[in-house]
């Protein structure tokens, strides 16, 4: 028998994988009981069917380690509850190096394991290959093992989740394709699907590697697209360790695991390929859908297989599967409310970790939708980070040629990206580029790190001990401190607020006294309504009621939406951050030059810390 969809609803939640049925979970269980969830077709079709299940406590943050171990503790809990099996096999995760860079950063994650209470153990070569002789130990330093990892079922966690939703007082709806996102005065007023409208005030978008299509139907940027991602099955093995963990060989790019006596081999290759080529877009019929073998594109990785896993040699292959998984320019998640629409929350772009962070991203996004901010510190997921032009076809395609390798690709310090670059460059780029500039990227704008030295390149020699550019910046620092220094501002966040009642309302939203006399700057916060701090910027004010927000340049779209939110419908806040080349002067000397290239006065007296003015060049 048919289900007849409700008229309305509070949410609604798009996608029926395992992070919409997370979502539709922890919004019930939070106790709003009003909340469906809508499926184009069945539970796990778009990516969780072939996700490879993965799960790991540790993340690159306390905030998202606390996220996965969250998720592998619900997992287990669930299970118990709902009397739905999870498949949870935590025979734990080896991860190996054979590089020192990555021993190194092996040694260091074991030591962030540690202060996050997460199980590890420093192996050394011979101890990997007594407790694991399926590995070739040949050129390998050591690896670190975490016990309390494993790999789960997909199908198995999405429909437990989807389980414990129903229990909750969730409604579930399959083949139920949503045809258009309705909205009313910049807010979210409803969805249309099989040609009935549903009104409903939030929405959550859970809808995977169809995410960026769905949001550009609505004006919302979402900077995500899927590509090719390749893994093998074997025949059965005989005599293959039942017990055998997940085992990971980031320098070659791989990983493996036991699978029902078989072995499944991924991998993360350094550069991939978009999927979808011919027409830029998934289709929306797309379901339990695969692509056609590339095993030239595999084969250079298979040989690595072989060679540090000898019993691949005479195992035969039962499956090739090649299939669509999608990657944010950071290969970070994409989490929170978007600017564009009030009320849009997204849960997208999990970036082959969705089966280990199911459960924590569900439970944020809750949080985050019920209360109207998050206290937890996930910036890094916040999908405000992105502009506009992230989510273009010609940026994002090629950044993930990129960003899929990154997971096993070496995470150094201060990394840059070499694809998408030069979106945003200052009109002085080419000067810069000529004193020796070395540039990275700065809220999107190309922005000089570090300038080199005696006539060496200009490129970073990533390290975690000492870096190539060391050098460049004791030169700089220390010419800064005694001297003077040139510090190219521009990607700084700048914002004016004017009218009526501008400094009325700056006072609502800020920590300080903001000073409205021309010319004061004034340093402060903005909190969120626990208190917690959203903001960190400067405000100067330039006339009555006129002023000019400064804040960093990594949170302008974040920033400009939390003073938005709370700005009445009379004051606008204007972006003007591409309207203005900023250059700071620092230095003891700095009065000196400026005196040398205007006539205006800069003295202590007349130009004083924490004031602005207009200058004549």
Same mark, same amino acid.
């Given at each position: ?66 996220? &996965? ?14 009397? +739905? ?126 995410? &960026? ?51 499944? /081999? ?37 040989? @690595? ?60 996004? @809750? ?5 109207? +901010? ?54 002085? +780029? ?10 990275? /990227? ?105 002023? &000019? ?60 810390? @924490? ?7």
């Amino acid at each position: 028998m048919k289900k007849n969809i409700p008229q309305s609803c509070k949410v609604v939640v798009i996608g029926g994988g395992v992070i919409g049925c997370s979502c539709a979970y922890h919004i019930a269980k939070f106790g709003w009981k009003d909340v469906i969830l809508l499926e184009r077709d069945q539970l796990t079709s778009g990516t969780t069917w072939h996700a490879a299940g993965l799960v790991s406590q540790l993340g690159p943050s306390a905030a998202i380690t606390k996220i &996965r171990k969250y998720t592998l503790d619900l997992y287990k809990e669930l299970e118990k509850k709902v009397d +739905h099996s999870a498949g949870l096999k935590l025979n734990g995760a080896l991860s190996i190096a054979q590089n020192p860079g990555r021993w190194q950063e092996l040694k260091r994650q074991a030591t962030t394991a540690q202060l996050y209470d997460v199980d590890v153990q420093i192996l050394e070569k011979n101890q990997i290959k007594k407790d694991f002789p399926i590995v070739n130990e040949k050129n390998i330093l050591g690896g670190i093992l975490m016990p309390g990892d494993g790999a789960a079922d997909p199908v198995g966690v999405t429909n437990m989740l989807a389980k414990a939703a129903k229990l909750e007082g969730a409604k579930i709806f399959e083949k139920s394709p949503v045809e258009k996102i309705l909205t009313k005065n910049g807010r979210i007023a409803g969805v249309r699907v099989n040609g009935q409208e549903i009104e409903c005030e939030y929405i959550v978008l859970a809808t995977g590697m169809w995410s &960026r299509q769905i949001g550009e139907q609505s004006g919302v940027s979402i900077p995500l697209y899927p590509a090719e991602h390749f893994y093998i099955i074997t025949e059965p093995i005989e005599n293959l360790p039942k017990i055998l963990p997940t085992i990971r060989d980031f320098d070659n790019s791989l990983y493996i695991k036991e699978d029902a006596g078989k072995l499944l /081999v991924g991998i993360f290759e350094g550069k991939s390929i978009p999927a979808f080529q011919k027409t830029n877009k998934v289709p929306d019929d797309f379901s339990f859908g695969e692509f056609p073998e590339n095993f030239e594109h595999f084969e250079p990785y298979l040989e @690595a297989a072989v060679k540090r896993f000898p019993i691949l040699e005479t195992a035969g292959i039962r499956k090739f599967f090649a299939g669509p998984e999608s990657f944010t320019p950071d290969t970070n998640t994409l989490l929170g409310e978007v600017p564009e629409i009030k009320n849009f929350f997204v849960c997208t772009g999990l970036n082959s970790i969705g089966i280990g962070s199911g459960g924590g991203v569900g439970k944020v996004t @809750a949080e985050w939708l019920m209360n109207g +901010h998050i206290n937890e510190d996930i910036f890094n997921y916040d999908i405000k980070r992105f502009q506009k032009f992230h989510s273009s076809l010609g940026f994002i395609k090629d950044r993930i040629t990129e960003t899929l390798g990154d997971l096993y690709g070496m995470h150094w310090p201060f990394k840059q990206h070499k694809t998408s670059r030069n979106v945003m460059i200052t009109p002085y +780029h080419e000067e810069l580029k000529k004193a020796g500039a070395c540039f990275g /990227v700065s809220g999107g704008y190309e922005r000089s790190m570090w300038f080199a030295q005696d006539k060496e390149k200009p490129e970073y020699q990533y390290s975690y001990n000492f870096q190539n550019w060391y050098p460049s910046v004791e030169f700089e620092t220390k010419n800064t401190v005694k001297n003077i220094g040139l510090f190219d501002l521009t990607p700084f966040s700048k914002f004016e607020l004017k009218g009526e009642n501008a400094h009325e309302e700056l006072q609502k939203l800020c920590t300080a006294n903001i000073k409205h006399e021309v010319g004061k700057c004034t340093y402060t916060q903005m909190l969120n309504p626990d208190g917690g701090i959203e903001t960190d910027l400067t405000v100067v004010c330039l006339e009555k009621n006129y002023f &000019r927000i400064i804040s960093s340049a990594a949170t302008r779209e974040r920033d400009k939406f939390h003073i938005n939110k709370y700005l009445p419908n009379n004051l606008i806040l204007k972006d003007v951050t591409d309207d203005y080349c900023v250059l700071g002067v620092f230095g003891p000397n700095s009065r000196l030059l400026m005196q040398d290239l205007s006539k205006d006065d800069f003295s202590k007296e007349n130009f004083k810390f @924490a004031t602005s003015k207009y200058i004549s060049i």
